[in-house]
């Protein structure tokens, strides 16, 4: 028991780190581009996703002796699209601003491929604990990459930090007058988001290779 | 028959649990998806008719139009719904006129998807410019310093297409819509 | 729905507006697939077709089935009463396109049919596809059947054109000295984001 507790830790670990999801798998990059212009966007749209892998791989993992191996992606899909829309409507009754905002992409995590990859490769094959760990950890580090690319870009183009609060939203910060005329615009329109995740994957990369050189050395 | 059946009725059953899942939260969200949609606009609305108490809602020309009246139930003015291409995406505005038509009283754009911190401005404090102006012309928009007896809207910097795009909704209020308001006076 | 209208919508979401580099859309194939142009190329068509049927159909099930039977169900104004389903809908009539392409490839062009590999299952997850179907419910100027399709072509050939360009570049980087921590997805998002920029220029060509 301890061992699998163990395991479990490590799962939802991996998924933030090791494993995560756009930084180091790189899927899911549609979402990532497109709603990390501000923070608050990229933490809405994190959560939501997470929602939906934890949903996913729950439901998956439950009934996962009954899944015929034909009908499978058919259910994953369903599953998916079913939970996809409950988010979509929960965002548009409480958030609406935000929904707004976020567009097609809150029905576009139907299609990202990282909660796919989940059901596929751990919840269809493992108990309720091991798979709703890795969906956790998953969603998060979707969640943590995405808030790191919203927090460069916002804070650059926009000079401000909004986090999400009920109707409205909540400028946590915000540069002064100063900075208004040396904001990079670009940095919330489509060439610095492409920019500004080449950056990050560059670097993650580099730091990923350090640590193997150190952990080798 | 048998073995479409022993192959697919976990779908089939999921299907349908899902189905009822999702319409019980449509039936118990929607009240409130609908409120959200509605209290942008109405919040526009009393903005760009100031003093108004009582709206009955109409189709005029194929937009929503509310005529808006004080609490004597006087015509006050008009609040005009009305939509079209922006630079990114689709921009939703209201337009007030005046009861006679004549004037514009104000614009609020309560939809919008233009660029954050450049086209985003329409719905600042730059739709001020709107209020009380001359309805009975078309609208240009310029860069440089506006004249009123121009009918010149004034651009707001680096995002000139968003500015144009309003004026454009509002120019096509005043064509379409004002000359048929006479007659639901 | 002049030809300039239809043309309009034409570039609008080839050029102007383009999935990839514009809308975010179809960004991990974007990435994986446009290693060499004839690759590109064939994913590009393949996708094009799968666009344009797809989003021809989905328009059909929402304007021809959902909305007539919710109107028939629970009265005119609540024609969008089925509406929740659209997204079940959606995603189930992308899945069964793409499976019909599979098997018609794999009778009439196996070689094409190998040559993809894993990359055919994957246009399902395209997320042009799904987007653009969902575009064409949003927008006020698609809701006329012939306006979808022309949509729906033109974004297909719009990711066609930024993945076959990527595909292009990429192979002229191969035999540039590109810092080890930026190969492969770096390199490619950086190059991604001057592309954008050049593309951002077409801004206000359709107006």
Redesign the interface.
Same mark, same amino acid.
């Given at each position: 028991m301890a061992d699998e507790n163990g395991s479990n830790l490590r799962q939802f670990r991996e998924g933030i780190l090791d494993n995560n999801p756009v930084l180091v798998q790189l899927l899911g990059m549609c979402p990532v581009l497109a709603v990390t212009n501000s923070l608050e966007n990229a933490l809405v749209m994190g959560a939501a996703a997470t929602f939906v892998v934890v949903m996913s791989n729950l439901i998956t993992s439950l009934l996962r002796h009954l899944i015929k191996p034909h009908v499978r992606i058919l259910i994953f899909t369903l599953t998916i699209a079913t939970f996809v829309t409950i988010a979509d409507m929960a965002l548009k009754a409480y958030m609406f601003e935000v929904s707004k905002k976020l567009g097609a992409f809150v029905p576009l995590i139907i299609v990202n491929c990282m909660i796919i990859c989940r059901a596929e490769v751990v919840a269809i094959k493992n108990g309720v604990g091991r798979s709703l760990a890795d969906a956790f950890g998953i969603g998060i580090g979707f969640t943590v990459a995405l808030a790191i690319l919203g927090v460069i870009r916002e804070l650059m183009g926009s000079g401000t930090l909004t986090l999400p609060w009920g109707a409205q939203s909540w400028v946590l910060f915000q540069l002064s007058e100063g900075f208004e005329p040396h904001k990079w615009i670009v940095m919330v329109l489509p060439p610095g988001a492409f920019l500004t995740l080449g950056v990050v994957v560059g670097i993650t990369n580099q730091i990923r290779a350090r640590r193997k050189q150190g952990g080798a050395a | 028959m048998k073995k479409f059946v022993s192959e697919s009725w976990l779908v089939l059953t999921m299907g349908v649990v899902f189905a009822c899942l999702l319409a019980a939260t449509q039936t118990s969200l929607s009240g409130r998806i609908v409120e959200n949609q509605q209290r942008a606009l109405n919040q526009a609305i009393l903005e760009v008719v100031p003093g108004l108490e009582r709206t009955e809602e109409l189709v005029i020309g194929g937009n929503r139009v509310f005529k808006c009246a004080d609490a004597a139930g006087e015509l006050l003015g008009w609040a005009v719904e009305a939509s079209g291409a922006g630079f990114v995406d689709k921009i939703t505005l209201v337009a007030g006129l005046s009861a006679d038509g004549e004037r514009i009283t104000g614009v609020k754009v309560i939809d919008n998807l233009e660029t954050p911190g450049l086209g985003n401005k329409i719905e600042g404090p730059w739709a001020a410019q709107w209020r009380d102006r001359d309805a009975t012309r078309s609208f240009s928009v310029t860069k440089a310093t506006p004249t009123v007896d121009q009918n010149e809207i004034s651009a707001i910097t680096g995002a000139t297409y968003s500015s144009v795009y309003v004026a454009n909704i509002v120019n096509d209020v005043i064509t379409r819509i004002r000359p048929l308001l006479a007659e639901y006076r | 729905m002049s030809i300039g209208a239809l043309i309009g919508i034409f570039l609008g979401v080839a050029l102007v507006n383009n999935l990839v580099?514009?809308?975010?859309?179809?960004?991990?194939p974007f990435?994986g697939v446009s290693r060499k142009v004839d690759m590109a190329f064939g994913m590009g068509c393949a996708v094009t077709f799968v666009i344009t049927v797809s989003g021809v159909v989905t328009w059909l099930i929402v304007h021809g089935l959902l909305a007539p039977i919710g109107s028939a169900i629970f009265g005119p104004e609540h024609a969008g009463a089925l509406f929740?389903?659209?997204?079940?809908a959606f995603?189930?009539v992308i899945?069964s396109m793409v499976q019909l392409v599979e098997m018609y490839l794999r009778k009439f062009f196996p070689p094409l049919y190998t040559a993809f590999g894993v990359f055919l299952p994957?246009i399902?997850?395209?997320?042009a &596809?799904?987007?653009t179907c969902?575009?064409i419910d949003?927008?006020?100027?698609t809701q006329y059947l012939l306006n979808a399709a022309v949509y729906a072509f033109g974004g297909g050939i719009g990711f066609t054109l930024a993945i076959t360009i990527m595909a292009g570049i990429r192979e002229h980087i191969r035999f540039s000295d590109v810092?080890?921590?930026?190969q492969g997805?770096? &390199?490619?998002?950086?190059v991604?984001? &001057?592309l954008?920029?050049a593309f951002?220029g077409f801004?206000?060509i359709g107006?």
């Open positions: - | - | 580099l514009a809308g975010f859309l179809g960004i991990c990435l929740f389903l659209k997204y079940v995603i189930m899945a994957l399902t997850t395209n997320c &596809i799904l987007g969902l575009y949003m927008k006020p100027e810092p080890k921590a930026f997805a770096g &390199i490619t998002l950086l991604a984001g &001057i954008a920029l951002s801004a206000g107006k």
